[in-house]
């Protein structure tokens, strides 16, 4: 079994992909940046700002399939700026039970789509 995802909750696609894809057993999410699900791109504001909203997006992605952010197995964060890492993870951090978070990487790269400072993708178990 294989299906995508789809929800006003979360921002539409801004490529070729879906906001989210899943199986039997697992849910994938797209790489979710800080862009409402109205389509404001908050590209200016700060990396909190943009870290909660990306997060924000992947739960609303991971609700379309019915799961929640407890349930997730492995997460992936994408940073413009790898000094934005302690504030971005000062955000991260709410989203998470302090005892058992999911495994993680983060990593910085040269640049992400539209001009944002972060994405954020996550795989979860049903
Ligand atoms: C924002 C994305 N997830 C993309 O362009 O693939």
């Keep these: 079994m294989r299906e995508i995802l789809h929800t006003e909750d979360a921002p539409a696609a801004v490529g070729a992909y879906s906001q989210g894809v899943e199986t039997d057993s697992l849910v994938f ?12 791109l908050l590209d200016g504001a700060s990396i909190d700002i943009q870290t909660e909203q990306a997060l924000e997006n992947v739960e609303a992605v991971l609700a379309d399939a019915g799961v929640e952010m407890s ?52 795989i979860a178990t049903k």
Excluded: C, H, W
Aim: no cysteine.
């Design 29 to 40: 999410t797209a790489g979710q940046i800080p862009l409402t699900p109205e389509g404001d």
């Design 71 to 122: 349930d997730i197995l492995k997460v992936s964060v994408y940073l413009d700026d790898i000094d934005d890492f302690d504030q971005m993870n000062e955000i991260y951090e709410t989203f998470f039970d302090e005892e058992a978070p999911p495994a993680r990487s983060a990593i910085a790269v040269d640049e992400l789509p539209k001009g944002v400072g972060v994405e954020i993708e996550a």
